[in-house]
């Protein structure tokens, strides 16, 4: 069965070990693109850290932001699809995301000028200030988060060690179950690790699949490509699941398909293999 669509995770996948993009990648999107096949990227990203990347390679038509929680038009910001966090839920996560540090609440607020609110003076991970003093010209720092602030929460979010976190999420899962999605994942751009919590509903895949029905692609033909457990069900579940060389087991055990790693060139491994396939 041949290929329709191509969705490509950033981090760790699209991009180098240094975070950029090499001109090789590049020059294989480029091909991609001008052999008709719709490129879509899948990342853990925000809009707002997607666009520069996405305008750099002339990517139009959809984009899947914050792990799947967003659907987002490239031209003008618009969302077309979201699974928003469950108010219901939220006073107990932030709660359980607070614990030794406050949490990052990540809203749909692009537009806004903005995308994030922390609680103002609260104590945070010396791993999440970092983050913070890079882009805390898109924060808000207000009074007070134990209480849904808007309707449009993407996220929960905590920057910190191994140590903390991985206990951390144990205790979120074993009290929410499958409630809700957990992330656990390396910060490819930063120090240690990054904890996501999210709505049940989210996911690249779900989100994937909207696009996909939105331009009437079968899902058996769609190629997908990527490294990180956030991109596990993403390769596992497309037509053409291609894992990088870099990649988790866990991912590498289901794809059809694993490439070198980003520091060899994997991606263009990979997209090259989906060109074979059309």
Known sequence: MSIELLALDIDG???DPYGALTDAARVAVGEARAAGLEIVLCTGRRYRTALPLLRELA??????????????????????????????????????MSEAGAPLVYIDGYAEGFDMLVEAYAETHPFQSG????HGEHCRFVEGLSAPPRTDVIMLSRMADEATLTPLRERISQ????????????????????LELLSATSGKWRALEHVARSRGIDPQRIAAVGDDHNDTELVHRAGFGI?????VEELKQGADL?????AEGGVVEAIHAVLNAI
């Open 59 to 96: 990517l139009e038509g959809m984009v899947v932001v914050n792990n799947g929680v967003l659907v987002k038009d490239v031209a003008n910001a618009a969302t077309l699809h979201h699974a928003y966090f469950p108010a219901d839920l939220y006073a107990e996560a932030f709660a359980l």
């Open 131 to 134: 983050y913070l003093d890079d």
């Open 175 to 194: 009290h929410f179950g499958e409630a809700l999605h957990s992330h656990l994942i390396w910060n490819k751009n930063y120090q240690g690790l990054i």
């Open 258 to 262: 694993v490439v070198r790693s980003n």
């Open 13 to 15: 996948t699209l991009l």
């Open 243 to 247: 894992a990088m060389g870099n990649a």
